[in-house]
């Protein structure tokens, strides 16, 4: 199994920054990749973006292009999330998630194995 645990979240003016941190624990050997996920009250779990453990390639959701940037310390075992440019409709709470396999979307939820407990981001306008 592993273990994730978000970090980070908070409240921040529009056009602010903030930084998430996931750090994995457990069966770390067995990651193929990770991705952030945000949710919305009264929306579906939407992807952010995501990178390949090994590699570091990265690929994000259309809407955080160009303002996200997801990066690993595989040292550390920690995924961050940097966020600028943050806009009110980026309020959400963040979800970390691991996924082992190669196979199936890396886009949707379905495709990770494994969630930390959301850490709330809250942009005011």
């Known amino acids: 199994q592993v273990q994730l645990v978000e970090s980070g979240g908070g409240l921040v003016q529009a056009g602010g920054s903030l930084r998430l941190s996931c750090a994995a624990s457990?069966?770390?050997?067995?990651?193929?990749?990770m991705g952030w996920f945000r949710q919305a009250p009264g929306k579906e779990r939407e992807f952010v973006a995501g990178?390949?453990?090994?590699?570091?390639?990265?690929y994000y959701g259309d809407s955080v292009k160009g303002r996200f940037t997801i990066s690993r310390d595989n040292a550390k075992n920690t995924v961050y999330l940097q966020m600028n440019s943050l806009k009110p409709e980026d309020t959400a709470v963040y979800y970390c998630?691991?996924?082992?396999?190669?196979?199936?979307?890396?886009?949707?939820?379905?495709?990770?194995?494994?969630w930390g407990q959301g850490t709330q981001v809250t942009v005011s306008s």
């Open positions: 998630a691991s996924r082992k396999g190669y196979s199936g979307s890396y886009y949707y939820t379905a495709g990770y194995d494994y």
């Open positions: 457990g069966s770390i050997f067995s990651i193929n990749a």
């Open positions: 990178i390949f453990w090994s590699g570091g390639s990265t």
